[in-house]
């Protein structure tokens, strides 16, 4: 059964390949759940199955055909709108609003720069420090370096970066500006500084998943803006993607033997046991999961917090004992809709997001997009893209990122709206 996803997700990305013989979006998407479905089989075919990152033990874990079937429709539900995105077509970016795009992209500056000056202290500790004791400290609850220097400066600072998510817009916004308004590099290369900022938060605290997720958001922004992109451009990623892959990799290397060359399976099984658990934790969560439990501030952590004051993190522990198992494993999106609000549920809110990103994608081969646009899709498809690991906008600091994005979008649709209606009369 465990080969089923394999298979499937394979043939989908062949499909989308031979449909229009382009690496687009809808490709990306198949072609990461290939990956992982992959590194799956060889955990289960290869006896990597003890880790404790994985809730089914033993070599042949018994895995629903229902459960099975319901995973990749439910992802491919949230894959599908994408389909219709055809980068190599897209003729033009526009901006109904340069002087808000401003506005906006001076405060994720000053956020980036500003998170740097916090973290930077820290990262110079990480090259003799104990990457398994500090991951250990902050699962027990210790605050990290950059929460502990955090802590002692003002409090306009600290309310100041509470949406430091928004940084990762700098990554849309530098390739927006650079391939589409023809910037200098030397002018926007100060946005790809600080769309690092969360990697290197995630750095001072021994993560892995903040740097591969960069990697992913890089890669749709690379695959989006293809057909603007420069020889000069092409050069610049050419020339600076050795040195971050090389530190990137050596950095991910270094977290997983720190952390799990003592176990039996050692650093790359848990390496594969990272990136191939989703699939039979979803299944897991399919078969054991309590359906009279329901807890919803994951989907809706803004209101969850300003209403409930309540998180994720919050119900973790309290979620950990009602159901019986340990529920901050990695499920896929669709996994943790599931944990969180049963099957039905992970099937009606599969069907909503697949609406509003139809909503915004418009219609197929679609040829001039609005910049406001471009970052309400990177906050879309960050959801099945991330998807590989689990739902990311659990949290309401990173629902900001969704937020701010949303708002912007129905701006500028009022705005064209009301440009084109006065334009008319």
Known sequence: MHFIPL??????????????????????????????????????????MEGS???CDGYAPDISIFATITYCAFVTMTIAPFALIRPEKIKRIENAHRIVLYVLTGIITLQGFLMAYVVMGSISGLLDGDFNYIKEAGYAGDMSPFEVKL???????????????????????????????????????????????????????????????YGLMFF????????????????????????VMIIGTVYIVAVSISRFEEREEGASGSMLEYAGQPFLNYCYFYENHNSDLYYIEREIPITSWIVFNSQYADTKTERTA??????GVFASHVGSWLLDVGVIGAFVLSFLFALISLIVIGRFNREVYDISDVLMLFCLVTIPIFGIFYYRYYSAPLAIQYLVAGLLYLFAKVSIVWHKDKTEV
């Not at 298979?7 to 690496?23: D, E």
């Open 7 to 48: 298979i499937y997700f394979a043939s989908l990305t062949y499909y989308f390949w031979q449909r229009n013989h382009v690496f687009d979006i809808a490709v990306y998407m198949t072609l990461l759940f290939t990956i992982t479905s992959f590194c799956c089989v060889i955990m289960v075919e290869g006896g990597y």
């Open 53 to 55: 990152g994985v809730l």
């Open 151 to 213: 802590a002692t400066m003002h409090v306009a600072i600290k309310i100041f970066l509470l949406p430091a998510s928004l940084t990762l817009f700098a990554l849309p916004l530098f390739f927006y500006f650079t391939c589409i308004e023809k910037r200098s590099l030397w002018l926007t290369s100060p946005l790809l500084l600080v769309s690092v900022g969360p990697v290197l938060r995630g750095m001072v605290s021994a993560d892995r998943t903040e740097i591969i997720y």
């Open 220 to 243: 749709f922004c690379l695959i989006l803006f293809q057909k603007h992109l420069e020889k000069r451009v092409k050069y610049f990623f050419g020339i600076l993607s050795v040195p």
């Open 322 to 327: 009602r159901e019986g198992f340990f529920v």
